[in-house]
């Protein structure tokens, strides 16, 4: 028995016991009856309106690319770089990380027909709407780049 309470009697022991134990339930019953007592109410909360996280055009200035259109954009540039000499008949991979789509480029053949440039080709396209077919041709305008004639789908 340590020397503190060997200065109390046992009849003085049960009091301080009593009173730890009250002490206890005193400090655990308060914080209930602080939110029982009028504490938060779904009827009284209001919306904050002092708080504004973004905000956004009521019209967009410019329509967003499709995954269509982006694709096509993508399945152009690999038309346009692809040297047909070297291919020998192999098709041409491509793939469009911005819309997860890829495909192949097949039947790539360059046509010079009065003087213009044109490429025409089959591609796959795999995307997460499906599979399909797109039958296109490439030219070269007069400023030295490709320009989309036809991208349709077969």
């Not at 049960?14 to 655990?28: G, H, N, P, T």
Request: aromatic share 6%; hydrophobic share 40%.
């Amino acid at each position: 028995m340590s020397r503190i309470m060997q200065a109390f009697d046992s009849g003085q022991r049960s009091v301080i016991a009593s009173a730890s134990v009250k002490a206890v339930v005193v400090a655990l019953a308060l914080p209930l009856a602080a939110c029982g007592a009028g504490g938060f109410s779904l009827e009284k909360a209001e919306v904050d309106r002092s708080i504004i996280t973004s905000s956004t055009p009521s019209a967009p200035a410019a329509p967003a690319l499709s995954d269509k259109d982006s694709d096509q954009t993508t399945i152009g540039n690999a038309v346009s770089s692809a040297d047909i000499k070297e291919l020998g008949g192999q098709s041409v991979p491509w793939a469009n990380s911005g819309t997860g789509s890829r495909g192949a480029i097949t039947e790539l053949v360059e046509l010079k027909d009065t003087g213009l440039t044109c490429r025409r080709f089959t591609a796959t396209r795999e995307s997460f709407d499906g599979v399909a077919l797109y039958r296109g041709e490439l030219c070269m305008a007069e400023a030295g780049g490709w320009h989309m004639q036809e991208f349709k789908a077969l």
